[in-house]
């Protein structure tokens, strides 16, 4: 393969020159790379951001090694309401294991997921959403685990959409990744869900390797079984990566800070001030719900991925704010 | 810049009759990226293992996204002997520190350590050590602690070497790691040391960023100060990431199983067991001890990396032991 020291050095002139002298032409020939975003606001300030951190002589430029973007999941990539997907993985689980334990018809909160009693299922509270965790995500290896999730994720539907869950991802927030990729961007994903609950399908649906997964976990054991090593899952919290624990597992799985950080509720705003209060270059992202036709109308009132102070902080410090309704062209592939 | 199709499939062609057709002679042509490797069957094990496994076609390949390597940091990238460097740090510390604490002169373990006293300071024990980690890694923000350590490493000298630590490193395992990245690796330091004593200088020195560093770890508190967010690091142990506890470190922030594990001690014993007996093709390596001149001889008998039941285990489990003095032509950059 030719690949003289001439022609590269040409191909490195032509790199610059592009970016720098045709920075206009190269951000409008990338705005192409996000076509499901409306043009306006929005889409121009994660554009001119992008462009600004990754034009060589820049006074922003941002080295590709530096550059980290961190995302939240549930409400910021994929569908969260009327409950998060990950709660309706363990009530299914519940059903499924209802047969081998008798017992639970009559014991809260087995007996309110079993009975569909939703009310009787938030009286429970933590403790009892703890309990349910424990017997749907430990007691088994890691390797059984991956295997349950996956095959749930086959099979479980959206009661709304229809759909299996990996469907039920923005495909506006697909483009933006695979833009932040193009430009340079290493991207994790920094949520308050179970990381080995993401992690089977993160790769295929977002090009989000494992290991660029952040999220909350419980203790694993390392046994040696018949002389094969496994990881067993415990019922015991590990790690709650949401509010002020994502700049801790940010700090923790990272190890740096990022330049940009995307989320949509009071969950991401200790995430996005970690992000963008570091001085330098710095751009915060807030999905703001608006679009019931399409998708979910909801911020202050809910309870599932309230935004309120995480709002009101956008305007505070100038974060950008998507208006779902009117910055996306479509909410979903399928739409 | 010209990249017709017909130009990348004429390309592609050649990449994939090269790592087949002429997977030897690539092989030797490699051979010149591990200089401080003599000649023998530790180095042709190593060669042989990537090239199986990257060589399209072959039995054995492993695609670029699952070539996953862990390595042990102290005394497997650099010196152990005779403490581990982040002791020598810590007591450093406890020296600068004591003019502001002047009840440390008659308070153990503190003045131990003032008294130069190694052996009141081993009868301190494990709760020594915690008391001495806590005065020494907590009561500051991250970047406060970053800046000590980097400010540490530039001023302090080995007692043997007379130079700085940084330097300690093993020259053979310097090319093995960049040997491995450019064989589609993603090398991963996983070490019972402090996860954020080695990322100021792993990059550097190592070429792993800091995403890929996985320790031991203590709390951190995300905390509001001024306006101005910070992490503020607490006396608390998070994680010990040793022995068993490395598989465990290895899925919680990797997310999937190496394929190759580079230890040299009892501690790296579940690390190389979890990596190795998984199915599929596996390598592991030991780095024996065996070089009293150029840098230490120990193994069985010593506190510091014992190496004694990961010594018979590599013999069970064919893992390849790098015999210090005859496998390596020097040790450090400087010899």
Redesign the interface.
Known sequence: ?SNSPDRRTT?KF?LATTSVGLGGMAAQAQSDLLPSWNEGATKQAIMSFVARVTAHGSRDFVPV?QR?ATFDNDGTLWVEQPMYVQLAFILDRVRALASQNPDWRSKQPFQAVLDGDMKALAASGEKGLVELMAVTHAGMT?EEFLKIVSDWLTTARDPRFKRPYVELVYQPMIELLAYMRASGF?SFIVSGGG??FM?PWA?RVYGI?????VGS?I????E?RD???T?FRLPEI?FIDDK?????GI??????RPVAAFGNSDGDL?ML??TT??GGPRFGLIVHHTDAEREYLYDRQTHVGRLDKALDAATLNEWTVVDMKNDWKRVFAFQ
């Open positions: 393969m191909m032509m090694d980290i890691t290493k990381i080995e992690r790769e390797p494992p290991e660029q997964v976990s203790k694993t054991r390392f040696m002389g094969t090593p990881l590990n002020a624990g994502k700049p801790v700090n923790e799985h990272i190890g740096r200790e001030q970690w209060l570091g």
